[in-house]
């Protein structure tokens, strides 16, 4: 019980950071803070895949309501939460038995949790960025955008898990 009440709980508090402080957070228009994403990064290994993707259209949905963006956030997440499978499978495959039930820097350590989320952060921000411009003339600036916001975002991913759980302890 208690995992889904902090999952709960994670879940409305990243999207009311995301929707009234982030929203018109920007860079130059080419690094935009994303870390409600934080919410599917952090979601149980055992999550059955159904409820990760139910999850995952769910918080973009949400973030698209407040947004007033036409499913682009709902696509970005779906989109990542294949990515999570993926990552996650080839991860536990090269002979890693680290992964526990929740993937935080505390569990995994730096190297593992930064691989990991960063997968998932440029997954998230290549999908956003393409759909959001959709242009093939834009291809450099879409990269741009990419890099820059996925730096951003994971800038803040990682900057939240110590604030929040600590250094690995081992």
């Known amino acids: ?17 995301q929707v009234l402080l982030l929203k018109n957070i920007a860079l130059y228009n080419w690094a935009v803070p994303y870390p409600y994403i934080l919410f599917i990064i952090l979601l149980p290994l055992d999550i059955p895949i159904f409820w990760l993707y139910l999850f995952s259209f769910i918080l973009g949905l949400t973030v698209d309501i ?5 499913g682009i956030h709902t696509a970005a997440c779906v989109f990542m939460a294949l990515a999570r499978i993926m990552t996650l499978s080839f991860m536990n495959s090269r002979g890693s ?9 505390r ?12 997968i998932l952060v440029v997954a998230h921000q290549l999908a956003l960025s393409t759909i959001e411009i959709f242009r093939f003339s834009e291809f450099f600036y879409i990269l741009l955008k ?3 916001s996925s730096i951003f975002t994971l800038f803040l991913v990682i900057l939240s898990q110590y604030i929040f759980f600590g250094q690995r302890t081992k």
Request: proline fraction near 4%.
């Open 97 to 105: 038995s680290e992964f526990e039930t929740l993937p935080s820097i």
């Open 107 to 118: 569990n995994i350590g730096f190297d593992r949790f930064l691989t990991y989320a960063g």
């Open 146 to 148: 990419v890099i820059g």
């Open 1 to 17: 019980m208690s995992v889904i009440l902090s999952n709960f709980f994670r879940f409305f508090i990243l999207v009311g950071i």
């Open 66 to 70: 407040f947004s007033n963006t036409p």
